[in-house]
């Protein structure tokens, strides 16, 4: 195969492919395409048709396809063939620019929350030229928005590509106050982190709540979870890392930039971490790289498990989001320098963000919502539901100098003096790492940590785009007008920090003092569930702010409020089935046996010896008959909880229900079965439990 620099980016028909293969006037047109965002000419469209169907078909391609991203959570695709009728019986191989540019797939069977009837077929899918086609198996993928027969978007890229150009035009308009008129353009920057656990396929397939639902609704805490802290950034086991060799090999070539792999906090927990790259293009390799991690773990005899918290009683997984913004010219517009506090333009730009976070909280907490997140946020492994910003120390000092007009002190540079002569010494970060804040600056990024494993990125970044554009725009507009610009900077900047430093935080957001302090004191929203954020969604702020930026039209965030929601009660509804059907046909029969079979042994004892009081076999008899009628009530009382919802006057109704009735009941099951899986006899447990699924993978 040769050397990763041999093979990167092989199956992508990237910019070195397009030097090669197009001619220079095709090439100057279409880069004009994607970096400024003209119209494409449809000869240059046909040009570039051609040039890609002849790359593919030499890469061993056959199909074509136009891939986007629905509100499913995953990506689509429809596979065409390259072949059409020759006039000699055979075929050639044939793709034109129309073809290229628009496909017309059936949308009638994707959510839409409204916006389609079923009847209503039609869609469009158009080719996003920002993001760059590529190979997968016999395919050629052609990165796609799509859209409904009335252009209302009915995909997570289109919304994107909206608000990074939001973002970039009223970025553009601060930078030219800033006398920066050679900059063409500003984009975000998103390098996601990607937590998933893997086990064995064997294990995986004896447990149906794993492979209906993607998580255990059952199991029993084992003996050994990961308190002794020795998964972390451990050795990697053979078999794991070898899946790990062949997924950079398959990301590589496709042109994603895998840069860490490392052992996570939980036993069978790993993660993987890119190198940052445009928002869309990030987006969309996100959405590769989890479906080649499935991929290739099947291939080891593994199962990749995304869901953000498959497991009870251990780190649950995120994906960590860390966004920067950035200039064509590679400025990146959120790096302090060496003197953040003479640094204006940057000094703009952070409190445009603190701004964006403290006015769109809500915002924020829905673009990460779902069943499976629920579960996460406020764990001892995750950030808590409410949305705060970590500084650190130095910029903390800059805003309060700057806020109380006192002179700027900074923040001494401390040498780390490690005791051993031969180690280097360096001086020590102006400011540490809060690993429990919702929304951390990092140094010349900020991290949003409360995305969840199996989430699209796209959600939180259109939420970020937008809410920043948003900032930038209120600023541009005040300074545009301004007389004196150095004045009204100043004053529009302690502004900031006076009227949303209350979102600042740098302490431990574990701890649950914090949650009251942030309600309380600060008056910062705490929305714990999806059932609780999704409504406010629709809230006239939201709605104003993201229709005026043309992120959204009013008739799509209704639409996305009805997906949302009806996903989060589907998935629920989904895991109630499955565990009454686990607890009848399975954990209640298994037990039974277990308890029938004690009976016989303490009966067939007292025939031997009728003075043997039997108290070991009769306490065990007497605690899992108990439990056995507990997990037939619960059981009863989750179909009638079920049943009910039919009784819901809308998707909201329903979806409260849900978070007040069924996900009570369903905790209640859950910890009667659990505490029979600790009394039966482990012969008797009809599936693998914890300690096999999290210690299973040699």
């Known amino acids: 195969m040769g050397t990763v620099k041999d093979y990167f980016g092989s199956l992508v028909f990237d910019d070195r492919v397009m030097k090669a293969t197009l001619s220079d006037k095709v090439y100057a047109s279409l880069k004009k395409t994607i970096d400024e965002g003209t119209e494409l000419d449809i000869s240059v469209a046909n040009a570039v048709a051609t040039a890609m169907k002849d790359w593919a078909v030499s890469k061993g391609a056959t199909h074509y396809t136009h891939w986007f991203q629905p509100l499913t959570g995953i990506t689509a695709e429809k596979h065409d063939s390259f072949i059409a009728p020759s006039p000699d019986g055979g075929v050639i191989m044939e793709f034109s620019g129309k073809e290229l540019i628009k496909g017309e797939p059936d949308a009638s069977s994707f959510p839409s929350g409204g916006l389609r009837a079923t009847f209503e077929a039609r869609g469009y ?331 699209s990125i796209a959600c939180a970044n259109i939420m970020l785009n937008s809410a920043v554009a948003e900032s930038l725009k209120i600023y541009a507009d005040r300074l545009e007008g301004a007389q004196d610009f150095e004045t009204a900077l100043h004053e529009m900047i302690q502004k900031t920090i006076k009227d949303h430093k209350h979102i600042i935080f740098n302490g431990n957001g574990y701890d649950e003092s914090w949650i009251k302090e942030a309600t309380e004191k600060r008056s910062l929203l705490n929305y714990r569930t999806t059932a609780d954020c999704m409504p406010h969604l629709l809230d006239k702020k939201n709605v104003e702010m993201l229709t005026a930026h043309g992120v959204f039209t009013e008739a799509e965030l209704g639409s996305r409020y009805e997906i949302m929601l009806e996903n989060y009660c589907k998935t629920i509804v989904i895991e109630a089935n499955t565990m009454v059907d686990m607890a009848k046909t399975q954990i209640a029969p298994a037990i039974e046996a277990y308890t029938s079979d004690v009976a016989k042994a303490a009966a067939a004892k007292k025939a031997l010896d009728s003075a043997l009081a039997c108290s070991y076999e009769t306490g065990v008899v007497r605690k899992l008959s108990a439990l056995t009628d507990r997990i037939a009530t619960k059981s009863e009382e989750l179909e009638a909880a079920l049943i009910s919802l039919d009784d819901a006057e809308d998707i909201g109704a329903e979806s409260v229900m849900i978070r007040d009735t069924v996900l009570c009941l369903m905790g209640e099951l859950r910890v009667a079965c659990d505490e029979a899986e600790t009394l039966t006899a482990k012969t008797y447990w009809p599936m693998p439990t914890y300690a096999d699924l999290l210690f299973g993978v040699k």
């Open 125 to 455: 899918t158009a080719w996003d030229p920002t993001s760059y086609a590529f190979i997968k198996g016999k395919t050629l993928c052609i990165p796609t928005a799509f859209c409904s027969y009335g252009g209302h978007a009915l995909d997570k890229k289109t919304p994107l590509l909206r608000s990074m150009e939001a973002l970039n035009k009223q970025a553009l308009r601060i930078l030219r106050l800033f006398g920066n008129d050679s900059v063409k353009r500003v984009t975000s920057s998103v390098g996601p982190e990607q937590e998933y656990f893997l086990i064995t396929k064997e294990m995986y397939d004896q447990r149906p709540d794993l492979r209906f639902t993607g998580r255990t609704l059952f199991g029993a805490k084992p003996p050994k979870g990961q308190e002794m802290d020795d998964h972390y950034f451990g050795v990697i086991k053979p078999r794991v890392a070898a899946f790990m060799e062949e997924l950079n090999d398959e990301l590589w070539k496709l042109g994603i930039l895998a840069k860490t792999e490392h052992n996570e906090v939980a036993p069978a927990q790993h993660e993987l971490a890119p190198i940052y790259t445009t928002t869309n293009i990030a987006t969309d390799h996100n959405q590769l790289t989890m479906e080649i991690m499935q991929k290739v773990a099947a291939k080891h005899g593994l199962v990749c498990l995304l869901h953000e918290k498959p497991f009870a009683g251990v780190n649950g997984s995120g994906k960590h989001n860390n966004w920067s913004i950035a200039t064509d010219a590679g400025q990146n517009l959120l790096s302090p320098g060496a003197t953040p506090y003479e640094n204006a333009q940057f000094l703009l730009f952070l409190c445009a963000v603190i701004k964006a976070v403290d006015d769109y909280q809500d915002l924020l907490r829905i673009s990460v919502a779902t069943a499976g997140n629920d579960h996460r946020l406020g764990a001892n492994e995750a950030p808590p539901a409410v949305v705060s910003i970590f500084l650190g120390d130095e910029l903390n000092a800059v805003l309060e100098a700057i806020e109380t007009d006192t002179p700027y002190k900074g923040v001494e540079k401390t040498q780390m003096k490690l005791g051993v002569d031969a180690l280097p010494k360096f001086n020590r970060d102006t400011t540490d790492r809060n690993r429990t804040s919702p929304f951390a600056f990092t140094g010349n990024k900020f991290e949003f940590r409360m995305l969840g494993s199996s989430n």
